[in-house]
């Protein structure tokens, strides 16, 4: 049946047919070629995945590789694009390879060990730049650690130069760069020793020299990573004037919230980690004060506001006076969850235990167990406690039935890990991010979509739903169908544990009431 419409019924709407909006930021890429080093790393992966599908119109993307472990780079240029995060990608564009150009490079070699036709078509063609490689290894030797991620971004910083399309540049640094600072703000800051003295340093200085004053040179910075980092941004500060450049800064960083994938994530760095280790029933404890602040960020969030930042200052159009700057042309955009919605160490744990519990995996070693401690001391005989006694027994036994001892070298690496968590779990940091918020309202509504990365409603209840799944999935490589098992062996951990709790307990109080007996 088919209803009739009455005269008063008809609106504009129905008389004049609207164009629908399109994305500015999808425009802007148009026609553009992208360079993006470090591919292969997490942002970089979801930098990639989102360029190609969401600016269609984008002529060229290419993706600055390494040689690895023997492996070609078309061999690891293939094992990017098998990655699930691609599924819809080659669902909804199947010729998006056409547009990808793989680059051989390598960012621990000089001028990021480029071959001269490859440097000339970067040099002719490339439009915007994303410098997201960087080692991430918080306790690199310092030469490494200069060499990636300072000189590779000097090297960067001098092609753009020669870039004759160049629209816009982003380099993808740390919200703790300049973490020996309690006040962070949208600003580049000066460093002890410039880019060009520290390079000359690690240029002229053997293994031996440089690992005695690697102390010195760190002084308040905790590790070689953000402080190379730092550095930098220094190199980009003093070199990149009258560039479109952009530095922007995302705290900690953990797996997606929405696209492509809900939960993905590939690596078992920082929070990621600790929370991975917890729900396996390996880590049991973290130096780490409750009520600070856990300034985490979305991946997917993170590389929206990159992407944007590039439109930003790639368009005069788009570029607003709100948006400050105290060190010449480089804008600088701190990407942090803190000045919008807070979420403490204390919450962030006890959603991941919720969450986690629902999803329990058969690679499950021992029952949920972890305590938060504020006091350091407290810290250690935990440690001592719960992760190197058990340790000790465990290995003791396995050399007994002729097994190799693992425990005892895991938990030494796993000390290091959680040490290194626990300089940015014990403090907390006021970060300003008036360009970020700046950024965020001058996009349309099609690209808040598009590209959105509000943090001001974000729903954490919805997001730890998928992070337990997605780190189980993508990290533990455990499918959801193996949840069964997973849950009968949760159960089977869980009596385990307070069986041994009891007996513990037990063999305390009879040798308390025996020395007791003694006095009595």
Sequence with gaps: MTMTREGGD??????????????????YFSGGHVFVTGATGFLGKLITEKLLRSCGDLEKLYLLIR??????????GAEIFDN??????????????????????????????LGGDDRETLLKNVTCVFHC?????????????????????????????????????????????HCCRKDIQEVVYETPITGEKLLTLVDTCSDDFLNKVTPTLLGEWPNTYVFTKAVAEEVV??????????????????????GPLAGWIDNMYGVTGIT????????????CKKDCVADIVPADYVINSAIAAAWSIGNKESMNKEITNDNSEVSVFNYVCSTQTTITWRVWMEYSKHYLKQVPSPLQLWHHFFILNSNYFMHVLCVILFHYIPAYVVDFLALCIGKQPLLVKGYQKVGKFTDVISYFAVRQWDFTNQNTQSLYQRMSPVDKETFGFDLREFDWDSYFYSFARGGRVYLLKDPIDTLPQGRVKYYKLLVMHYALVAFVCAAFLGVCFCILKLFL
């Design 10 to 27: 008809i609106t504009y709407a129905d008389m004049v047919q609207t164009v629908p909006e399109k994305s500015k930021i999808a425009q």
């Design 67 to 76: 040689e690895k472990k023997g492996k070609k780079v078309a061999d690891r």
């Design 84 to 113: 699930v995060i691609f599924e819809q990608l080659k669902n909804e564009q199947p010729k998006f390879m056409e547009k990808v150009v793989l680059v051989a490079g390598d960012c621990i070699k000089p001028e990021l060990g």
């Design 133 to 177: 490689a960087a080692t991430v290894k918080f306790d690199e030797k310092i030469r490494t650690a200069a060499y990636i991620n300072v000189r590779a971004t000097r090297d960067l910083v001098n092609m753009a130069k020669q870039m004759i399309n160049l629209k816009s540049f982003i380099y993808i640094s740390t919200a703790y760069a």
């Design 237 to 258: 500060g003093s070199s990149a004037r009258g560039l479109p450049i952009a530095i922007v800064r995302p705290s900690i960083v953990v797996a997606t919230a929405k």
């Design 276 to 287: 991975v280790g917890i729900a396996l029933g390996l880590i049991r404890t973290l130096h």
